[in-house]
Nanobody, 116 residues
């Protein structure tokens, strides 16, 4: 059974930081391309960042560049999203995504709220 479990969300003040984790099981993690998406109320789900399973290369949405860092630990089957300099507009549910060939899986999401 495949599971992707996000954690680390919560309430943070503007300018603060959070580190999201996505622990996986049931997949050959090292092969999977991993990504973080987010969805704010009334908005479509959007890509935040990706990290390749093949070579660890990363890509970021423009709004995430310089503030967010995606990383992975293949020994722990876990992907992370370090978020710094958070803004109120970063408030959303953040989802973990795993993709490889024809396989794709999603986590249940973790809420991030940036507010004073």
């Amino acid at each position: 059974q495949v599971q992707l479990v996000e954690s680390g969300g919560g309430l943070v003040q503007p300018g603060g930081s959070l580190r999201l984790s996505c622990s996986t099981s049931g997949i050959m993690f090292k092969f999977y391309n991993m990504a973080w998406f987010r969805q704010a109320p009334g908005h479509q789900r959007e890509l935040v960042a990706t990290i390749s399973g093949r070579d660890g290369s990363t890509n970021y949405a423009e709004y995430a560049k310089g503030r967010f860092t995606i990383s992975r630990d293949n020994a722990k089957d876990t992907v992370y999203l370090q978020m710094d300099s958070l803004k109120p507009e970063d408030t959303a549910v953040y989802y973990c995504n795993a993709e490889w060939r024809r396989f794709e899986y999603w986590g249940q999401g973790t809420q991030v709220t940036v507010s004073s």
